[in-house]
């Protein structure tokens, strides 16, 4: 996908969120104005719209001069995002701050691209990153053609191309990032946050983010970019949970007799903790497996702490049974996958294990089978 339909993507995203902001004010100062002159304007009208709980409103529908001159007051409590639409497929994403006098000129079968904006600062910033993005998308299109058009035995010039085209994507990347640098107060930086993936270019989000926060923070906008860094953060946390040389979170829970077990009781033995439940096929055949590495290095100060995803205690205990799963520790607080260590350890599939040394810190996480087996051999050596 080009950078020009990611952006486009992502500004169409914009304007389906819910806005929270009031169309009428008694204040003066909060009307803005637009006007312009657009040529090919004959026969059209232009539909200003503002998106209120997921819905179009339509704010107010603009007849032109014959000249092809238009105006429009709108009331504008706070900065947002509007749209002037000569068609569905045919509009221009405005940003409005009270009190504005925007003016608008170009062509208007061709509101997506080309306008020339002033009087309004974040508008202006907002289409100065639509110009830039527009020329990146022609030049990469241009090169995908070439590459495209090489014959197999052109390699040498395919790499040619290929390398301009790397070049030139780096090149808009790094007009992105200077682009969010510089504007990260202002909400045309989300334009520009369509074109990056937070993967790779976490930090321009949270620079995003935090420069939105005094000015937009209290828009359904602002609240969806947190979300999603918060939520990719909470993601990369997950992964670093069980890093080697974690250390796990505390498990307290009740075994088969009602009696509380915590994992911390085993501080001082190499711990298996194992994720497991007796409607789990992958489990229950790997049960014999743990059996059989428990019975071989027990002794030497290997132990399993089992934690169950039931929901009935009576499958627990039959399967605990069933299974000869011997060692002592074996905790549910039977709410299935609402399991409160579940949750705490962010299991989403089981069987999931993670293998701690004697000070509870981690050794390794997912070892099942030959794999588990390999790594006790490791640290008992034999």
């Known amino acids: 996908m080009s950078n020009l339909k990611k952006i486009a993507l992502f500004i169409g995203f914009l304007t389906i969120i819910s806005c929270e902001n009031t169309t009428s004010a008694d204040v003066q100062d909060n009307v803005a104005s637009i006007s312009g002159k657009l040529d090919n304007s004959e026969g059209k009208e232009l539909v200003l719209m503002r998106f209120e709980n997921n819905k179009p409103v339509i704010l107010d529908t603009i007849s032109f001069s014959d000249a092809g001159e238009f105006e429009v007051k709108v009331n504008v409590k706070n900065i947002d995002f509007y749209q002037l639409a000569a068609s569905q497929q045919n509009a221009a994403i405005l940003i409005l701050s009270p009190g504005e006098s925007v003016n608008l000129t170009g062509d ?214 069933a299974d000869g799963l011997v060692w002592e520790n074996h905790v549910s607080d039977l709410q299935f996958w609402n399991s409160a260590a579940a949750k705490l350890y962010n299991v989403s599939s089981i069987p999931f294990t993670v293998l701690i040394d004697e000070e509870g810190k981690v050794i390794g996480q997912k070892l099942r089978g030959a794999a588990l087996e390999a790594k006790l051999k490791e640290i008992y050596g034999f």
């Open 108 to 321: 208007a079968n061709n509101l997506r691209s080309g306008l020339k904006v002033s009087g309004s600062e974040h508008t202006v910033l907002l289409w100065s990153y639509y110009e830039k993005a527009q020329e990146s998308a022609l030049v990469s299109n241009q090169l995908r053609q070439e590459i495209n058009a090489l014959t197999p035995d052109q390699s040498a010039k395919k790499q040619e191309l290929i390398d301009k085209f790397n070049e030139s994507s780096k090149s808009f990347s790094d007009y992105t990032k200077t682009y969010i640098d510089k504007n990260s107060s202002s909400p045309a930086v989300l334009s520009a946050l369509g074109s990056l993936r937070i993967e790779t270019d976490f930090d321009y989000f949270v620079k995003a983010r935090d420069g939105l926060k005094s000015t937009f923070g209290t828009t359904p906008y602002y609240k969806d970019l947190d979300k999603m860094v918060e939520s990719y953060k909470a993601e990369q946390s997950k992964g670093k949970m069980f890093e080697p040389g974690s250390e796990v979170p505390e498990i307290t829970q009740n075994d088969p007799d009602g009696n509380p077990r915590s994992l911390s009781s085993l501080k001082g033995k190499v711990v298996l903790i194992d994720f497991w439940a007796s409607w789990c096929k992958p489990c229950r055949r790997e049960n014999p497996n743990v059996v059989r590495l428990y019975n071989k290095y027990n002794k030497k100060g290997f132990d399993v702490f089992s934690v169950s995803l039931d929901k009935t205690k009576d499958k627990w205990i039959q399967a605990i049974s």
